[in-house]
C-alpha cells in the first residue's frame, strides 16, 4: 500500500505493517516499548491544523485485506472507484470507525485539515493506493525526532452558538442532520426565517432576504475557507451553492445533531410556555 499527498511525504506499507497518521502520531507509540518504533510507521501530516487529532487515523496491511481505523475528532470522507459496490462509494469517517480499503486508489478527505495561514484552513487529500508497489525507493522511516510531546488536539472553528449565522446553518444543514438529506432543494429565504423564528422566537433582520443571502456567506466562508468560498470562486447558481453549504456545514461539523435537537427542545418549550402546545413541553420529541 502506498500513501501520497500534496506536501506529504510517500509512504510504502508491506503486509503486516501499521501506519499511524495525524499532528503528531508519535505520541501514540507505547510507552518504555523500545519495539514500537519496529512495529509502526508514523506520519505527521505537515501544517495541520491545531484542531486536528494528533493521530487521525490507523492503517494495517494484512496479507490479503488493508483496513484503515478512524481516531481523528475530526470528520473525513472516505471515497474510491474500484471494486465497490456500484463502482463506487462515498463514507463520512467518525471516530472509531473502520474500513477496509478497495483495490487501487482509495481518496481521504480530511475536512479543513490543512492550515494555510492564521485562522485559516483548507481541505486536506489522502490517497491511499492498494496494491503491489513497483518499488519501495520512497518508503519513509519511522519518524525517530517526531515531537511526541505536541499540544493538546485544540477545538475545530465553530459558530457561535444561537447567533443568527448558527440558526442560518442550521436551517441549512437541518436535512443532512436529520437523516432526511434527500430532500429536493435547499431551502428559500422565507423558509430560512421561518425556521429561525420557529426555533428562537426571535429571527433578527433574516425576513429580508438580503440579510439571508449575508449570513449564508459567513457560514460558507468559514465552512470552505476563503480559498474554496463557493461564492467567491462563483462556481454553479446560488441555490447549488446554498445546497453544498448546508451539507458541509454538517459535514464540518458547524452545526451538529446536538444542536437541532436543542433548537427543537427550545421550540417545544416555548409552545408549551405561550399555551399553543401544552403537552408539547413535557414530553419533548
Known sequence: MTLRGSGVPTV????????????APATALPDGDPDAQLRYTTLALPRAAPHVSRVVGEIVVGDEVVRLRWRGS???????????PGGARRVTLTDGMAALLDEGENHVLLLRGRQTANGVYGDLVLVLDVGVPEAAADAQPAQPDADVDAAPTAPAPRLEPRTREWFVALALAEPWLSGAD??????????????VRGWHGYAWNLDRPQRVDDAIRVVARMAFGPADDPFSTGSGRVQNV?????????????????????????ASARKGLSGDSPTSAAHPK
Do not use: K
Not at 182 to 195: L, V
Not at 242 to 266: K, P
Open 12 to 23: 510504502v506499507l508491506g503486509s503486516g505493517e501499521r501506519l499511524l497518521v495525524g499532528r
Open 74 to 84: 475530526t470528520e473525513a470522507q472516505l471515497s474510491s472507484l474500484f471494486d465497490a
Open 182 to 195: 434527500d430532500y429536493p432543494r435547499p431551502p428559500s429565504n422565507r423558509e430560512i426565517y421561518e425556521r
Open 242 to 266: 446554498r445546497f453544498a453549504v448546508g451539507r458541509r456545514a454538517a459535514e464540518t461539523r458547524l452545526v451538529t445533531v446536538d444542536d437541532l435537537a436543542e433548537a427543537e427542545l427550545s
